[in-house]
């Protein structure tokens, strides 16, 4: 068990505070242990986060510390006084309820039980995955969509439990996608960068879609980082992308707006030598970059997002499909996987600090990048709430783009994928964008 210190509820005026008791703890799942990864980072900046939340109180609406503009309703409703011990009441309780939420997720029976589709090729970690395939598919003969994921995380994010798959939904709708499963990084991908694995992975796996579409262009399907490598194939290899879609796709970097703008401007004044250094180190060190680093990174993003989702979980009824939903993309969020270190070199270097993608400097397939050079109709969709790639990193894409049609839909990163707005905000108006429909 992560921490079994379930204590008894708070009381102010003899009156029990509002949180739900908690569930009998049960015996934790062995893949849940120890996360969310880094566990002490969320559970250390939720209590500071708090804290720091408790001495500023007596401030609160003071000409040095106004209200946000969001919250000024709710702080009218609190009036003049606020009572320090309701205050740490209240926090005492936030905090038993992210443990609660915690041990409800550790404990919780859902596993991902889902048939993988076969697989089309295979080489080193990768596989080529055939939804066409699949007992949902309308039409195994129909057009393929090479659809390429992010390196960070598991590729099933997109293919995550029955009802949350983008793949499934749009092989019932008449597309045949094929996911490019990168799987972890073994000995054949060590020493693999970005172009290397754009050469020897992506544009076999574009072969075969060719192949399989009677050997012309075919449609292109990334998100996250993947998006930002479809639009490079786009860009370099125009003669083989007939469509372009990408979610969540950052492309430039230059914002230092944020924690993680503010993580950016720190890394670029001590110099991208230091950076590459250090991940240079880890690769001899491990093989590879650990996920520890990437999860430390995310984490970064919303050092409080952690603790407040697992608040969340602890209201729910664990047996609610809300509750699956949750541990189901819980799962998937904790099961990453390591990086090459020339790869992260790419990620975090070259992109992130030196900010060489949207300066049309970034190599890759044998020369510098030129989103300007996409000949095919774009659809970008940057969702407004996302804080991995948030507007100012994802809508210069579709500014680059000749053709390009930008939608900004009122989701977050993961949620434009498996949310549960997803079908109608983000999988409708790709899937009409993809059979060359009106969305």
């Not at 919250?71 to 609660?100: K, N």
């Not at 994928?417 to 060359?436: C, D, I, K, Y």
Request: neutral net charge.
């Amino acid at each position: 068990m992560v921490l079994a210190m379930t204590a008894a509820p708070a009381e102010i005026d003899g009156r029990a505070e509002a949180w739900p008791a908690a569930p009998a703890p049960g015996r934790p799942a062995p893949h849940r242990v120890g996360e969310p990864s880094p566990l002490i980072f969320h559970l250390g900046a939720a209590l500071a986060t708090y804290t720091q939340a408790l001495l500023a109180a007596p401030r609160a609406d003071s000409p040095h510390f106004p209200w946000l503009e969001s919250c000024a309703g709710e702080a009218a409703a609190l009036g003049p006084d606020l009572d320090q011990v309701e205050i740490a009441v209240e926090i005492a309780a936030r905090l038993r309820a992210t443990i609660r939420g915690l041990e409800i997720w550790q404990a919780h029976p859902y596993r991902r039980a889902v048939d993988e589709p076969p697989a089309l090729w295979a080489e080193g970690a990768a596989r080529l995955l055939d939804y066409g395939a699949t007992p949902e598919a309308r039409d195994p003969a129909g057009p393929p969509v090479l659809v390429i994921p992010s390196l960070i995380n598991r590729a099933y994010v997109l293919d995550l439990r029955p009802g949350r798959s983008l793949l499934r939904w749009l092989a019932a709708r008449g597309a045949r996608p094929l996911l490019l499963d990168w799987g972890a990084p073994g000995p054949a991908e060590r020493a693999f960068d970005l172009e290397a694995y754009g050469t020897e992975r992506v544009l076999p796996a574009l072969e075969i879609a060719r192949r399989l579409g009677g050997g012309g262009p075919v449609a292109v399907l990334g998100y996250c980082m993947g998006g930002t490598l479809s639009a490079a194939v786009a860009a370099r290899r125009p003669d083989l992308v007939a469509r372009l879609v990408t979610i969540g796709a950052p492309w430039h970097f230059a914002s230092t707006e944020g924690i993680s703008g503010g993580f950016r401007a720190i890394l670029r004044a001590q110099g991208p030598a230091r950076l590459e250094a250090m991940l240079e180190a880890m690769g001899q060190a491990f093989g590879a970059v650990p996920v520890s680093l990437f999860q430390m990174l995310f984490a970064f993003v919303n050092p409080i997002q952690a603790a407040v989702k697992f608040q969340r979980l602890a209201r729910l009824d664990p047996a609610s499909v809300e509750a699956m939903d949750f541990v189901a993309l819980e799962d998937w969020l904790a099961d990453g996987v390591p990086m090459t270190a020339p790869a992260a070199r790419d990620l975090l270097v070259d992109w992130q600090i030196r900010d060489l993608v949207a300066a049309g400097q970034w190599p890759f397939l044998g020369a510098p990048v030129d989103a300007g050079a996409i000949r095919a109709p774009a659809l970008i969709v940057a969702g407004r709430n996302d804080t991995i790639a948030p507007p100012p990193l994802a809508d210069p894409l579709a500014r680059a783009i000749p053709r390009a049609r930008l939608i900004r839909p009122a989701t977050g990163h993961v949620g434009m994928v498996v949310g549960s707005h997803a079908p109608a905000r983000v999988w409708r108006p790709v899937g009409a964008f993809l059979a060359g429909r009106p969305a």
